[in-house]
C-alpha cells in the first residue's frame, strides 16, 4: 500500500467520524433550542384587604393548581423590616378526581406607611418522573394608611335635635319659668307663715267673771268713796 492510498483512507475515516459526530450532535443540539416546558401548575395569589391601618394584619393567600403526580413546595417569605410575617398557616390541599388544589395562608402586618411591596414567592414542584423546577411567583402590593385617615380628623358637623312632638313654643318657656318661680316663693312664704304660728304662745282666756265677783267689786267701789268723804 503506497503512502498516497494510506493518507486517503485516514483521510476518509475522519471524514466519517465527523460526520457521524456531527449527526449525533443534532439532536442534542435541537432539544436544547426548544423553549422548556411550562409547569404544571396554575398559582393566584390573594392580599385581603389590599389596604390596612398602620398595624393591622392582611392574608396573602397562594393557591395552587395541579394535577395529582406533582409535589409543590413554598417557601416561607423573607419579608423586609416594614413588613412582618404574623403567623404561616400549613398548606391545606383537597382533592377532585386527578386534580389537586393546594392552598398556603400567611398573615401579614405592616409597620411603616405607604405602599409596601413584599417580595415574590418561591414555589418549588416535582413530578414523579423526576423533572421539576421553581417558580417565583409575584406578590401584589400592600398599602398602609395612617391610623386616623384625612376624614377622621376633620370635624363632624353636629347632627340636628330632633324635635319633641307637643313641646311649647320658645316664648312659652320664660313664661313657665316666671310661673314656676312664682309657685314656689309663695309656697314658701306659707310654709313659713305657718311655722311662726305654730311656735307664737297661745293666748290663755279671761275667766268669765262670777256674781261673787261683782258684788265684791261694788263693795270695795263703796269703800273706797267712803274714805275720800271722810278725808275731805
Known amino acids: 500500500?503506497?503512502?498516497?492510498?494510506?493518507?486517503?483512507?485516514?483521510?476518509?475515516?475522519?471524514?466519517?467520524?465527523?460526520?457521524?459526530?456531527?449527526?449525533?450532535?443534532?439532536?442534542?443540539?435541537?432539544?436544547?433550542?426548544q423553549a422548556p416546558a411550562a409547569p404544571p401548575i396554575e398559582v393566584q395569589v390573594t392580599l385581603d384587604p389590599p389596604e390596612v391601618r398602620l398595624g393591622e394584619r392582611a392574608q396573602l393567600t397562594l393557591t395552587l393548581a395541579h394535577g395529582d403526580d406533582v409535589l409543590t413546595t413554598v417557601a416561607a417569605p423573607r419579608l423586609p423590616d416594614p413588613l412582618r410575617l404574623i403567623a404561616a398557616d400549613p398548606p391545606t390541599s383537597v382533592s377532585s378526581g386527578r386534580r389537586v388544589v393546594t392552598s398556603v395562608r400567611y398573615t401579614l402586618a405592616g409597620f411603616d406607611l405607604g405602599t409596601l411591596q413584599p417580595p415574590p414567592l418561591s414555589v418549588s414542584w416535582l413530578r414523579l418522573d423526576g423533572s421539576g423546577g421553581v417558580l417565583q411567583v409575584a406578590v401584589p402590593p400592600l398599602r398602609v394608611l395612617p391610623t386616623l385617615t384625612g376624614a377622621e380628623r376633620d370635624l363632624r358637623s353636629l347632627k340636628p335635635q330632633a324635635a319633641l312632638a307637643g313641646a311649647p313654643a320658645a316664648w312659652l318657656r320664660p313664661a313657665g319659668a316666671a310661673a314656676l318661680l312664682t309657685l314656689l316663693a309663695g309656697g314658701l312664704a306659707v310654709l313659713a307663715i305657718a311655722r311662726r304660728r305654730r311656735a307664737a304662745p297661745a293666748a290663755v282666756p279671761a275667766a268669765a267673771a262670777t256674781p261673787e265677783d261683782e258684788a265684791r267689786r261694788l263693795l270695795d267701789e263703796l269703800a273706797a268713796a267712803r274714805l275720800l268723804q271722810g278725808g275731805d
Open 1 to 33: 500500500m503506497t503512502v498516497r492510498r494510506r493518507r486517503a483512507l485516514l483521510v476518509a475515516a475522519a471524514l466519517a467520524a465527523w460526520l457521524a459526530l456531527l449527526a449525533l450532535g443534532r439532536p442534542q443540539a435541537a432539544r436544547a433550542q
